[in-house]
């Protein structure tokens, strides 16, 4: 059984950062493409960032492309998103997933295991 686990998230002010991490039980964590997610209140979930198995190459949406930076330590069965220069607009509920996929994966459908959500409000 996998499990997704997202300590972190919080209240930053507009132009901070927050660390997010996401710590993942079960075997084979290193086999998998991961991603973080967020959905805003009255909006779909969104892909924010995506990464391979190996951490070699990464993927950002253009709303975060420049800010956010997604990396994982395979060791430590752990990804981490690290938010910078955080807006108002930021604010969500940010997801870590598996995926079940070979390279980035962009495509939501492809992500079955999710963790439970951590709330990210950045205050203007």
């Known amino acids: 059984q996998v499990q997704l686990l997202e300590p972190g998230g919080g209240l930053v002010q507009a132009g901070g950062s927050l660390r997010l991490s996401c710590a993942a039980s079960?075997?084979?964590?290193?086999?998998?493409?991961m991603g973080w997610f967020r959905q805003a209140p009255g909006k779909a979930r969104e892909l924010v960032a995506a990464?391979?198995?190996?951490?070699?190459?990464?993927y950002y949406a253009d709303s975060v492309k420049g800010r956010f930076g997604i990396s994982r330590d395979n060791a430590k069965n752990t990804m981490y998103l690290q938010m910078n220069s955080l807006k108002p607009e930021d604010t969500a509920v940010y997801y870590c997933?598996?995926?079940?996929?070979?390279?980035?994966?962009?495509?939501?459908?492809?992500?079955?295991?999710w963790g439970q959500g951590t709330q990210v409000t950045v205050s203007s």
């Open positions: 997933a598996r995926a079940n996929g070979i390279g980035i994966v962009t495509k939501e459908y492809m992500y079955n295991y």
């Open positions: 990464i391979t198995a190996s951490g070699s190459t990464t």
């Open positions: 079960g075997r084979a964590f290193t086999a998998y493409p």
